[in-house]
């Protein structure tokens, strides 16, 4: 019997401050950064985002969506056997977030490891832990997308801090007899590395270079519109389906414009999109699993619905998910 993976869960977690554009604009006011709601929702359909408290970290995030996620499965963390976290941001250089969380949950002993692809990062581990259930490597894995990305953003620059916030996704993913997993389409370019990064490091006790995240922002939109569009047709190409067949389009929420560009190209109506963005900001990795648990919880989103995930971030990466759920 063909053995597919399949998500029989899903959860996710915003931490509970919650910064609205207003509230953002009048702290940045206080350095002399110039911004305003009617920008940043013009230009990234952004009201708000959510940020950490001070030493809050990516595996506490983690582990409420984890939590919750089990839960919806009905699953408790000793039937994991798999965990990967995706993030750019993890608690520490080393050990892995994943490491961390696997001990939170109280659990140990089977595999975990993070996956950096910043905001491909839930696309390229649900990818992973797809190939390592249908190989026989594994059979229950937690698959968390989790970031703090308010700890690498330059509150000076106005033109990136608006954009992004923190918060955590995640899906337990299950062998299964039905497929689950349809297809997918992963891709990189490193010689784009300059548009999107945090360029610095830690070496000798000290930060080498700048560990604040810097974009060149209409490259990044372009590219990023390009590259979506082709992951798109390749995932569905693979599935032998056709946009016809997606009910609903879970993209990275990076920005509403990126996201209508994309629906508009394959002909998929903004209905069908789930787009959190407003409420979240791009959390990066946990975005797609963010937005997908909304929907879920909200009932849009139902069984057996066939939904296209797709992610695109620093790297360059991106790549895209066919499932039926
Ligand atoms: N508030 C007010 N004004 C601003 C702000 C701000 N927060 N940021 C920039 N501006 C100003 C600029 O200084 C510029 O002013 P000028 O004309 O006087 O020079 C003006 O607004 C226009 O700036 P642009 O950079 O041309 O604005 P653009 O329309 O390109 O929007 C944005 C910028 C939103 C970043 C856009 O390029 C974009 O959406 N890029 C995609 C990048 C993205 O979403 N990245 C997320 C991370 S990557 C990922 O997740 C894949």
Redesign the pocket.
Known sequence: MTRYSRITGTGSYLPPRRVSNADLAAELATKGV???DA??VE??GIHARHFCAPGVNCSDLALEASRMALAAAGRTPSDIDLIIVATSTPDMVFPATACILQHKLGIAGCPAFDLQAV?SGFVYALSVADAMIRSGGARRALIVGSEVFSRILDFND??TC??FGDGAGAVVLEASDQPGVLATELHADGSHVGI?CVPGSVSGGQVLGDPLLK?D??A??KL?VGVLDKAARAVLAKAGKTEADIDWLIP?Q??V??MQSTARKLKVSMDKVVVTVGEHG?T?AASIPLALDAAVRSGRVERGDTLLLEG??GGFTWGAVLLNL
């Open positions: 110039e911004t305003s920008w940043i230009r990234t905001c106005r033109t608006v954009l999107l974009m922002g209409q990044v939109f990023a990275h990076a920005n414009r990126i791009n990066s695109v971030g």
